[in-house]
Antibody
């Protein structure tokens, strides 16, 4: 069955860096675009970034552009999110989500991981 | 302030029907499909409706979606206590070149 498992979360000081990982299994990882979506404590969902199946296209939310970098290693079935210059407002649970229909009008996030908590605090 | 606007909360009695609205603009809902996600307490979001009104395999047909112009709606009929959750709409935004979510609607089954 499709599984997405995030890791790498933790407590980090403002201004520091952290790298999240999302390990995929149960499907052809190299065939799908994958997203990062975050949720601050008690708040709603916020889209963070997406990477196309071959890594050739990447899009970011304005709130993280220039600070976060999404990447993937299709040989390891793993997605990454490199987060630099972290701020208190980046505190959230970070989910990875698979998209079916990337680049079409039918795009949707059909599978989600369980999330990993990132806390930015001094 | 979310790009897509949803009511913060709705409530209805068991076995009744409730609708949740999602309002956007020409750059998102007006020009792209709307998806809906259900998030049960303490859980990850789950796809509920995609491409405005399609149900993924395994989702109850008590859920339905619709869209008109720059607004979309999620309807839940035959409400059950297990439907208590947060519901989010989402769409691609051509102007922002990214996905946008509604602020979420908390459903309470009275």
């Amino acid at each position: 069955q499709v599984q997405l498992v995030e890791s790498g979360g933790g407590v980090v000081q403002p201004g520091r860096s952290l790298r999240l990982s999302c390990a995929a299994s149960g499907f052809s990882f190299r065939s799908y675009a994958i997203h990062w979506v975050r949720q601050a404590p008690g708040k709603g969902l916020e889209w963070v970034a997406v990477i196309s199946n071959d890594g050739g296209k990447k899009y970011y939310a304005d709130s993280v552009k220039g600070r976060f970098t999404i990447s993937r290693d299709n040989s390891k079935n793993t997605l990454y999110l490199q987060m630099n210059s972290l701020r208190a407002e980046d505190t959230a649970v970070y989910y990875c989500a698979r998209e079916t229909g990337f680049g079409t009008t039918q795009g949707h996030f059909d599978f989600w991981g369980q999330g990993t908590l990132v806390t930015v605090s001094s | 302030q979310s790009v897509l606007t949803q009511p913060p909360s709705v409530s209805e009695a068991p076995r009744q029907r409730v609708t949740i609205s999602c309002s956007g603009s020409s750059s998102n809902i007006g020009n792209n499909a709307v998806n809906w996600y259900q998030q049960l307490p303490g859980k990850a979001p789950k796809l509920l409706i995609y491409y405005d009104d399609l149900l993924p395999s395994g989702v109850s047909d008590r859920f339905s979606g619709s869209k008109s112009g720059t607004s979309a709606s999620l309807a839940i009929s035959g409400l059950q206590s297990e439907d208590e959750a947060d519901y989010y709409c989402a769409a691609w935004d051509d102007r922002l070149n990214g996905w946008v979510f509604g602020g979420g609607t908390k459903l309470t089954v009275l």
